[in-house]
């Protein structure tokens, strides 16, 4: 059994920065593709970044592009994800997913085996 636990949502203004953090149980988690979605009031939940398993892959929706970060830490069994330039719309709860067999469908739910309970960003004016 894999857990997937997020942290470092909270309440920022405007233009500000968080740095979430997702740390993933598992002996294997080095060969897994992550990524980060998220779920808005209201809206359906939808991809935000995505991290190859070696981590020389990134992807991003268009509308953080610039503005957000993936990263990992293969030793401690980690995926980041930076976010400045925050804006009112990005206001969400964030949730981190693995993917074992590293699909190419990245931005696609269903690739994603495991998830975490997601954390909380509220961004204000």
């Known amino acids: 059994q894999v857990s997937v636990v997020e942290s470092g949502g909270g309440l920022v203004q405007a233009g500000g920065s968080l740095r979430l953090s997702c740390v993933a149980s598992?002996?294997?988690?080095?060969?897994?593709?992550m990524a980060w979605f998220r779920q808005a009031p209201g809206k359906e939940r939808e991809f935000v970044a995505a991290i190859s398993w070696s981590g020389a892959s990134t992807y991003y929706r268009s509308s953080v592009k610039g503005r957000f970060t993936i990263s990992r830490d293969n030793a401690e069994n980690t995926v980041h994800l930076q976010m400045n330039g925050l804006k009112y719309e990005d206001t969400a709860v964030y949730y981190c997913a693995a993917d074992p067999w590293g699909s190419s469908r990245y931005s696609e739910e269903r690739t994603y085996e495991h998830w975490g309970q997601g954390t909380q960003v509220t961004v204000s004016l």
């Open positions: 598992s002996q294997t988690y080095s060969r897994y593709a």
